[in-house]
């Protein structure tokens, strides 16, 4: 099999990396990557938010398989170009990558199948955002309609924030707050099928105890020994299931990863958000424990023939990465600084999130830099792996959390 992916941050690499491992691949392309993923494929420059410039690199390379890393190509509407273009391609099309790309939209569908999520109201005005305030009360959730690269929700206990966080955009989604840990669950579908992965926790904020401003996420780590054992399964009935026949309803079936950001509250589970997309940088800690060949069940995906009984196969170990940010990141990162000490440590992968090579040397060229991911037989090993790797990167400025996995950890060793 010949597959194209598109992308060029950690969750590729990470992606390039199990899927060169799958015995069906025969060639491995990735447009535009980076140089982590240079070292397993072969990368070609492409701009991702031209559709035209995908769809002729994949004609070109005879691509049997194209998957779509990130959200902008998906809200594009590329899948339906390649579509239209006779090639597989792992990602929605543009419409039912609206539950990625409208809150409000995903908030119809959400009530529409009947899958549990927090109350909410769409405004358009100051006087409906207001009202949709005080119905709430405090902490206020605001949400702007369209994709914003993770800038768009903000949490506040403060209602002048939230109202100016409002009237920064033409439509908003105002909710209920739910209160609990939340969970990231994937599942794989075919359009009218859909597989459970397992689920991981991501650490949004920027600096240690949860603080600082949110971000694309500074680490995660799989399994949740503390998360109930039936939350797969119940996902899967509750979330992921009636959102796919929902969509296969509408007619706009939903092929490719359906992500649910979920919060496991004292009333049950509520969907946070839905992204159309692997997360970034849970599939950092998933990837690397699958042990189903990926080529093949992203394949069967993109043509509709997934095996719905299939059970993916996963390590016993656990994984935890942690990210490696620039200076300033995420409000005003500094990048095009030189990076030693990545190469090929013994204990951890380290995936490449934003780098680049100048003269032959590496740089940094974005807010999330590396990604490393220790695996073990507990998270207490697998923690230890990937800050030992850490601890011999050099990059001037950059900053990582040190408590990513740690509560989680403690709690596996009883403390
Ligand atoms: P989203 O982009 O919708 O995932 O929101 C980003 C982050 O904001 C989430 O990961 C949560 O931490 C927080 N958040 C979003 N919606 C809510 C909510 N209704 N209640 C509490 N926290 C929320
Ligand atoms: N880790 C959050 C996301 O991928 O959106």
Redesign the pocket.
């Known amino acids: 099999m010949k597959v194209l992916l598109i992308g060029s941050g950690g969750r590729e690499h990470a992606l390039a990396a199990a899927l060169k491992r799958d015995p069906a691949l025969e060639e491995l392309h990735v447009a535009p990557g980076n140089p982590g993923i240079a070292l397993l494929a072969t990368c070609h420059p492409c701009e991702i938010t031209n559709n035209s410039e995908i769809v002729e690199l994949a004609k070109k390379l005879g691509s049997d398989l194209v998957v779509i890393g990130p959200e902008v190509p998906l809200v594009n509407g590329v899948a339906d170009e390649l579509s239209r273009a006779g090639i597989p391609c792992f990602g929605p099309s543009k419409a039912a990558a609206q539950l990625e790309g409208s809150?409000d939209f995903a908030k119809q569908v959400m009530r529409d199948a009947g899958v549990p999520t927090?109350r909410s109201f769409t405004c358009r005005t100051q006087g409906e955002i207001e009202k949709a305030l005080d119905e709430f009360g405090a902490?206020y959730?605001v949400?702007h309609d369209g994709l914003a690269a993770?800038k768009?929700?903000v949490?506040t206990d403060d209602r002048a924030a939230a109202l100016e966080h409002a009237l920064l955009s033409s439509q908003v989604v105002i909710?209920?707050?739910?209160?609990g840990p939340?969970v990231s669950l994937f599942g794989i579908s075919d359009g009218t099928k859909v597989i459970g992965m397992q689920p991981a926790q991501d650490f949004?904020r920027a600096f240690d105890g949860d603080r600082g401003p949110?971000t694309g996420g500074m680490g995660a780590y799989s399994p949740l020994h503390w998360a109930p054992t039936e939350i797969v399964q119940e996902t899967v009935d509750q979330v992921l299931n009636p959102t796919i026949q929902e969509m296969a309803a509408r007619g706009t079936p939903f092929v490719g990863l359906l992500y649910a950001?979920l919060?496991l509250t004292m009333k049950g589970t509520r969907v946070?958000?839905f992204n159309a997309r692997f997360g970034d940088p849970e599939t950092e800690v998933l990837i690397p424990r699958l042990k189903t060949p990926l080529a093949q069940l992203l394949f069967a995906a993109a043509t509709g023939s997934l095996d719905e009984n299939e059970k993916l196969e996963w390590s016993e170990d656990s994984a935890v990465t942690v990210v490696l940010a620039s200076q300033g990141y995420p409000a005003a990162p500094i990048t095009g600084e030189p990076i030693t000490g990545v190469d090929s440590p013994e204990s951890a992968e380290i995936f490449h999130a934003g780098t680049t090579l100048r003269d032959g040397i590496l740089h940094s060229a974005g807010g999330r830099v590396l990604t490393v991911t220790g695996v073990g037989a507990d998270l207490t090993i697998a923690r230890g792996k990937a800050y030992e790797a850490l601890s011999k990167i050099q990059l001037a400025g950059s900053h990582y959390r040190s408590d990513i996995a740690l509560n989680a950890a403690m709690a596996e060793k009883g403390n």
């Open positions: 809150k927090a902490p959730v949400k993770g768009g929700v949490v909710e209920e707050f739910l209160d939340e949004k949110n950001g919060a946070i958000e």
